[in-house]
């Protein structure tokens, strides 16, 4: 017989052993391996059995080992010790209390959190980040408020069937089983949120508290008694369902989202958000209800747009089409319209808000959250260099006019959580050679002076580690396709402790190419066998449940495995999830990533194993087109000009045999004795100079509160002072230049102070006459943009400098002077352009208004000696 429901009933800790409650509760064990030792110690056994679970070994361990424990003075001493530890952890002033002028509080909004592997909220990527930026603002004491949705089967476990054929579990989730607190109103009842559907149905959410160290994670949970079967199902599982249901999740997260917020905060008097940060454009419709809160108290929808713009940061995660949130916009319209519309937001501005820039007349049919994410945020950012320059472009058309260089969305490049990712032999072994790194994040160069014998005696054990553990994996993988125990005696000798080993673990779409390394089966098994300087490889990733193509891919790296002739080189570990991917980054020597270049926007498990003192191998995209030096890892090269995909897989393939054959293996097998590797131990130590600083969380934080939060909040504050009276001049300032751009023209540019033989280190004086309609001269800014030409008079990375303003004449004609430097030799080139100006705008580009001559650069072609 099956439960009908299920739930878990907690012990009751006796007195003594209260504090183990309140460090349960706290996701900071995760990250404190002093905790974790606390734990196994009150019953190591249960401790094994139940994966490292500590709300689960609470759950299973018998009432008289309790009492036992709560009459044991050494472990009340230690339970103290770490009880004081966490406190001390929640309270003391950190980096962010050090600085003036930031935020008090700030709401992060993410679907999917990956921070424990016992709060399985994540599928990858997206969710990873969002963990590690939660636990690095603990640690730097950013008083970041977070919120999420709490799914009831979380995100499916993974299988394979007999014939290699992914299979999916989604396990029952029992949030009384999970390190979670119900948020009750000060009578006991839980706090609500409610959210109005059309055809007067309403979803009701609970909220749960999970205490990620410092920083409070609010999880709407739909699964109510008071909601109809439709909307009790709204948080069941993660990116399951089709469109109308992702749309309740979303609605869910940003809508209820903001309203868990604001319970929270009377409840628990936490401070209000100042900046409010959406992980991704599913939590765009925050953004509508901030909106709806200040109509509602008497500001225009334009004046409530600014005002919320200002306080609005959004981050692209995907320059894959595909990838995008869209809906059809006749389901926004039913949502926020008709007999459901809020009474004081217009649903054809909601609509505008997500139509598509220069959409054929056919396409208006479409709603973007990307595109909402960007006019609804005055901040934008990619999470690489690369994945900035690549959005620029791909978003290009919100801001018609401008070139891409000046498309107002810039980069963070994301990190990883040490603590959560390193494996705890070289977090100690930092903690005893290199103080200062782990105190203050710097001194890497310390790592040259650890002795390389101490560095791979420590990358042995981490590497045996992840073979024992991948042999009790594959053994249970085995069974769970149906062969017997007695069959599988080979695995006990699968993999090696000293073999070279490459990690290759990620979610499996299509442009992350899991089975690239297939391409040449010969070259493969050849590589793997290899007499002396044998390769083994270790896969895991799990394909979308709805992507049949990624499950194919699959099944041909498992068929290709389970040879026997190569299964003790080659293995594929179902499930792939945090404790799984910790065992990966940290005992891998190689780390192998082959995208099709640029859609992998940053890309972090390689961040992981560079951390472990793991060598990255990989086709230059993300992260690593930015910080590989040449010496830290091997690029392997992309063939991105080359347009037939298979030639192009071909080529690639072809380079990241030759460099695992040529380049990897030989340095990793050139020992002189039984010693370390001499010139694999130096790349390492490289990696770990070069990459250690800039590839953390908390270096990822630092960057969001000084380039995004900060400003965001200075902007916000100053929109929203004096009855948000900047917030009314802003948006009336707006609307009067945007109606008045038409008249502006830049009308004629005169030139001086050359002569006819321009030389280098001259300057040209420019006069230009603008033609200003309605507006002042302080309405605008006239700007001298100049520099290389290409071709086809383009100007190349042009620089801009002001002009100012000489005289204005009454009929609105106005002349503004200037000077450009001849600083460079070769063709060169220039041109004038009017663009809005207001000390609140963020970008020249914001208003997406710009005015330039008609007859555009002038000196064309002149040619500077
Ligand atoms: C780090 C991590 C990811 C993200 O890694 P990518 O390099 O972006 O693919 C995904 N899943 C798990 C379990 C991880 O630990």
């Known amino acids: 017989m099956r439960a009908i429901r299920r739930f878990t009933v907690r012990t009751v800790l006796p007195g003594e052993l209260a504090a183990l409650g309140e460090l349960v509760q706290n996701l900071r064990w995760s990250w404190h391996p002093e905790t974790m030792d606390l734990f196994a110690e009150v019953d190591p056994v249960v401790w094994e059995r139940v994966g490292h679970d500590p709300v689960a070994l609470l759950g299973a361990v018998e009432a008289d080992r309790l009492r036992e424990l709560a009459g044991d003075r050494r472990f009340l001493r230690r339970l103290a010790d770490a009880a004081d ?21 700030i709401a992060y909004f993410s679907p999917e959190y990956g921070i424990a592997a016992a709060l399985p909220q994540y599928s990858g990527g997206l969710g990873i980040l969002a963990g590690d930026h939660l636990k690095a603002a603990s640690d730097l004491g950013v008083p970041i408020l977070a919120v999420g949705l709490l799914y009831r089967h979380g995100y499916f476990t993974q299988s394979l069937s007999p014939e290699g054929w992914q299979l999916e579990h989604y396990p029952s989730l029992d949030p009384g089983g999970l390190p979670l607190t119900l948020l009750k109103e000060a009578d006991g009842t839980p706090a609500r949120v409610r959210i109005e559907l059309p055809e007067q149905r309403v979803m009701h959410a609970q909220i749960w508290v999970a205490r990620v160290g410092r920083v409070p994670l609010l999880l709407l949970d739909s699964d109510v008694a008071d909601n109809d079967t439709a909307a009790r199902d709204v948080t069941d599982r993660l990116y399951g369902g089709g469109t109308d249901h992702r749309l309740l999740q979303e ?27 959406t992980n991704e454009g599913h939590a765009g419709f925050l953004g509508l209800e901030r909106i709806r809160e200040l109509t509602e108290a008497r500001l225009s929808f334009d004046e409530a747009l600014e005002a919320v713009r200002a306080g609005t940061v959004f981050t692209t995660h995907t320059p894959v089409p595909a990838g995008i949130d869209r809906f059809p916009a006749d389901m926004i319209a039913r949502q926020f319209g008709g007999g459901n519309a809020w009474p004081t937001v217009p649903v054809d501005r909601i609509l505008a808000l997500g139509a598509e820039p220069g959409a054929a007349e056919g396409d208006k049919a479409v709603f973007n959250m990307a595109v909402m994410g960007m006019r609804l945020a005055q901040r934008v950012n990619g999470v690489s260099e690369l994945h900035g320059e690549v959005s620029r472009e791909m978003f290009q058309g919100l801001w018609p006019g401008f070139d891409v260089a000046e498309v107002p969305i810039g980069s963070i490049t994301n990190g990883v959580h040490a603590p959560t990712w390193v494996g705890r032999e070289i977090m100690e072994l930092a903690g005893r050679e290199l103080p200062s790194l782990v105190e203050r994040a710097q001194g890497w160069e310390g790592v040259q002076k650890i002795s390389d014998a101490d560095i791979w005696e420590i990358r042995r054990k981490l590497r045996a580690r992840l073979v024992e553990a991948a042999r009790v994996r594959l053994r249970k993988s085995w069974r769970d396709r149906g062969a017997s125990q007695a069959e599988l005696g080979w695995i006990d000798d699968v993999l090696d402790p000293d073999v070279l080993t490459i990690g290759f673990a990620r979610r499996v779409p299509s442009y992350k190419r899991l089975t690239l390394m297939l391409s040449d089966p010969d070259r493969l098994r050849r590589i793997l066998l290899h007499p002396e300087r044998p390769v083994q490889i270790v896969i895991a990733g799990k394909a979308h449940p709805a992507d049949e193509g990624g499950k194919k891919l699959i099944q041909q790296i498992v068929g290709f ?33 082959n995208p099709l270049r640029p859609l992998e926007a940053c890309g972090t498990s390689g961040m992981k194993a560079a951390l472990n003192g793991g060598l990255n191998l990989s086709i230059r995209d993300g992260w690593w087109d930015e910080w590989y030096d040449g010496t830290n890892g091997w690029a392997i090269p992309t063939a991105d000009g080359v347009a037939d995909p298979e030639r192009r897989d071909e080529l690639e393939a072809a380079g990241l045999y030759d460099l695992i054959e040529h380049e990897v293996a030989d340095r990793f097998y050139d020992r002189a004795g039984d010693g370390p590797p001499r010139r694999w131990m130096e790349m390492v130590k490289h990696t770990l100079t070069s990459l250690g600083p800039k590839v953390l969380a908390g270096r990822m934080l630092r960057d969001y ?19 948000y009276a900047a917030a009314r001049h802003f948006a009336a300032w707006k609307l009067r230049v945007s109606g008045a751009w038409p008249g502006v023209r830049v009308e004629h540019v005169e030139t001086g102070g050359v002569g006819d033989t321009p ?14 309609g309605e507006l002042e001269a302080s309405d605008v800014r006239v700007q001298a943009a100049y520099g290389r030409v290409g071709a086809h008079d383009e100007l190349e990375q042009p620089e801009y400098t002001d002009l100012s ?22 063709s060169f080139g220039y041109t004038v352009r009017v663009v809005p100006s207001h000390p609140l705008m963020a970008s020249p580009a914001e208003l997406g208004l710009i005015a330039v001559p008609e007859e555009p650069a002038g000196m064309t072609n002149g040619t500077l000696r």
Do not use: K
């Open 251 to 277: 609605l869910l997260l940003g809508v209820g989202g903001v309203r868990a917020i604001r319970a929270y905060c009377r409840i628990a008097g936490h401070e209000e958000p100042e900046v409010f940060h």
């Open 85 to 105: 530890d966490l406190h001390e952890y929640m309270t003391a002033p950190r980096w962010y209390q050090t600085l003036s002028g930031v935020p008090r509080a």
């Open 705 to 723: 509160v000084t380039e995004l939060y900060a400003p965001a909040a200075r902007s916000a504050g100053a929109l929203a002072a004096d009855g």
């Open 561 to 593: 495995a389970d040879a026997e002739d190569v299964r003790h080189r080659i293995v594929f570990l179902p499930d792939y999830d945090m404790a799984l991917g910790q065992l990966l980054v940290q005992g891998c020597d190689v780390w192998m990533n």
């Open 759 to 772: 030389q280098l280190g001259a300057t040209l004086d420019l006069r230009a006459t603008i033609a200003l």
């Open 805 to 826: 303003v000489e005289t204005v004449c009454d009929d609105g004609t106005a002349y503004f002077t200037g000077a450009v430097p001849l600083s460079r030799t070769g």
